[in-house]
Nanobody, 125 residues
Framework: QVQLVESGGGLVQAGASLRLSCAASGRTFSTYTMGWFRQAPGKERDFVAAISWSSRYSTKYTDSVKGRFTISRDNAKNTVYLQMNILKPEDTAVYYC?????????????????WGQGTQVTVSS
């Protein structure tokens, strides 16, 4: 089990950038696949991006953020990042960091065992 704490959210204008961070506790962070999800008011929690624990650090993105968002991890700092560029109003949501053991990076949030408290991202037009 890992404890996750997100930071970096805020209010920005369309076209701006933000970088979210997720700090994890626990000595086995490097063996967890990490994901970012988001939830807008009245909607389900949706997959955004994931990065596996394997040495290749393979990544996966939902189509709507491909080319704009980049997920990365620094195992020495027990931290995963989500660099978000060219933000759009439809990116507005609470962003959650999630963790699961294993190399697979499923898009279904039910496969993730540990979650942070979320950080709000608001993009104005």
């Amino acid at each position: 089990q890992v404890q996750l704490v997100e930071s970096g959210g805020g209010l920005v204008q369309a076209g701006a950038s933000l970088r979210l961070s997720c700090a994890a506790s626990g000595r086995t962070f490097s063996t967890y696949t990490m994901g970012w999800f988001r939830q807008a008011p009245g909607k389900e929690r949706d997959f955004v991006a994931a990065i596996s624990w394997s040495s290749r650090y393979s990544t996966k993105y939902t189509d709507s953020v491909k080319g704009r968002f980049t997920i990365s991890r620094d195992n020495a700092k027990n931290t995963v990042y989500l660099q978000m560029n060219i933000l759009k109003p439809e990116d507005t949501a609470v962003y959650y960091c999630a963790a699961r053991q294993g190399a697979a990076a499923p898009e279904d949030p039910h496969y993730y065992s540990d979650w942070g408290q979320g950080t709000q991202v608001t993009v104005s037009s």
